[in-house]
């Protein structure tokens, strides 16, 4: 994996806040269909990747206010087990157009990286069974390949297990 400059104009938010950090990653482009409804499956399908390998970043409105939640697109995002990780009775999924308001990102393109506001990060104990993982670069039809680590350690994660299967 090199790390990668922002060439070609693909920087984001999400580039831009790894690159400072001096993490090493590599983005994948790939053509977005612009009819597509599962983004996550759509990245892995145009990348050859694994389901369990590529993660979606979910927003969900918890007692505290909004909270993200990363989990495989291979599955769902268990919203008892996120409230419980974040110390919450409940969970729920936020309003997409609050979540793009908040987070800076359309739907289908948000990044765990690079939000508007930093926001309480869950990401599924499942991203460290790999040695890199995918997610959204801030755009569709862009991903970012990286270190699991790395994701939890900028976006002062904590893991648990939030995905069941779908």
């Known amino acids: 994996m090199s790390k990668s400059r922002n060439k070609g104009g693909q920087g984001t938010p999400a580039t831009v806040a790894l690159t400072q950090a001096a993490v090493e990653f590599t983005l994948h482009p790939y053509e977005h269909d612009a009819g597509a409804q599962a983004y996550g499956e759509e990245a892995a399908d145009a990348l050859g990747v694994p389901y369990g390998q590529i993660f979606k970043t979910l927003v969900a409105e918890v007692e505290g206010g909004l909270a993200v939640a990363v989990v495989p697109v291979s599955g769902k995002l268990d919203l008892k ?70 994701l939890v350690r900028l976006t002062q994660a904590v893991t648990a297990p939030i995905g069941r299967a779908a």
């Open 81 to 150: 087990a996120f409230a419980a990780a974040l110390g919450s009775k409940r969970a729920a999924m936020a309003d997409a157009a609050k979540v793009e308001r908040i987070t800076g990102y359309v739907v289908g393109g948000i990044s765990p990286l690079g939000q508007r506001r930093r926001l309480p990060t869950v990401i599924d104990a499942s991203a460290l069974d790999f040695a890199t993982i995918y997610f959204s670069a801030g755009r569709r039809g862009l991903q970012i390949e990286t270190a699991p680590a790395e």
